[in-house]
């Protein structure tokens, strides 16, 4: 089966001239592209907003009436995101861009987006807007097709080209579960924005965590052992970027990275989670003047 007899089916003609623009997100920005599956099923709207710009296929969008959006995780694959009419769209500016909020919010997992200097050679860039339609949404990041190469260019006119269904998961790869927690290694912005997977287990899990700052590579040891264990502790520190700590006041957390020392039983008294927590700043020389444990 190709992806058109899937266009068919929804009554959607994929051998109409320029009706449908295939587009393969694939972000070069290493953070980006790596949240980029848990910002589509748990921050849409900061997906929606980088979609909306996609800069190269303008032209071809203009003339589309519908866009089949997919994600790259693969050399030769996508996995389905969803099927869109494409409705209007706007010149926006630099300034323009950078005022809308998600964008913003966007730039924390190091999205370059409008900068000065493409906006100095083109002056503007054209943003969509695009109607989600519901067919095919229950198979969100389970549908996997191949991409015809060349591999650097990410959209393709489906009148033009075949795109044989790979395969149909049976659960999304967009939410996929937590690796093994001594391979858990994330910063403040994925903090934000971690699947429900992550966070039940996160939720469940005691522990003696790090937090390294990779500006000058000084460490803080703590330890989560209260209400909803690591993750309410870590998403502590996602909202105010200290969690309490004065040693980490005066700090820029988006430098910060979480990794777990230790899991701990979750019947574990309180003060033997301490003696652990005290066992790991000593053996790691995390105490003032060395490093960001106050005590």
């Not at 997919?70 to 409705?87: D, E, K, M, N």
């Not at 522990?207 to 700052?213: E, K, N």
Request: hydrophobic fraction near 40%; aromatic fraction near 12%.
């Amino acid at each position: 089966m190709d992806f058109k007899d899937i266009l068919r089916i929804a009554g959607i003609d994929p051998d109409l001239r320029d009706n449908v623009v295939l587009i393969r997100h694939r972000p070069f920005e290493p953070q980006l592209a790596r949240v980029m599956p848990w910002l589509i099923s748990e921050r849409p709207e900061l997906f929606e907003t980088y979609q909306s710009v996609p800069g190269r296929p303008e032209t071809a969008l203009r003339r589309a009436h519908y866009m089949a959006s997919f994600l790259g995780l693969r050399p030769g694959t996508a996995h389905f995101v969803g099927l869109y009419r494409i409705s209007e769209s706007r010149d926006v500016d630099l300034n323009g861009f950078w005022t809308i909020p998600e964008n913003q919010s966007l730039r924390g997992f190091g999205y370059e987006g409008f900068t000065e200097q493409y906006a100095a050679e083109v002056g503007t860039v054209r943003q969509f807007s695009f109607e989600p339609l519901e067919t095919y949404a229950n198979w969100r990041g389970k549908l996997v097709i191949e991409f015809p190469p060349p591999e650097r260019s990410w959209f393709r006119l489906v009148d033009r080209n075949n795109f044989p269904v790979r395969a149909i998961l049976e659960e999304s790869a967009f939410s996929s579960p937590p690796p093994d927690w001594h391979e858990i290694d994330l910063n403040v912005a994925q903090l934000a924005v971690l699947p429900k997977s992550w966070r039940a287990r996160l939720s469940e899990w005691r522990g003696i965590y790090l937090i390294f700052d990779e500006r000058d590579g000084r460490s803080y040891v703590g330890s989560a052992y209260g209400r909803d264990n690591l993750l309410g502790r870590w998403l502590t520190y996602a909202r105010d970027g200290h969690g309490g700590n004065r040693e980490l006041r005066e700090r820029d957390a988006r430098s910060f990275r979480f990794t777990i020392l230790e899991r701990l039983a979750p019947d574990l008294p309180a003060e033997e989670v301490i003696a652990r927590e005290n066992s790991w700043k000593s053996r790691l020389h995390t105490r003032a003047p060395f490093g960001l444990n106050a005590n």
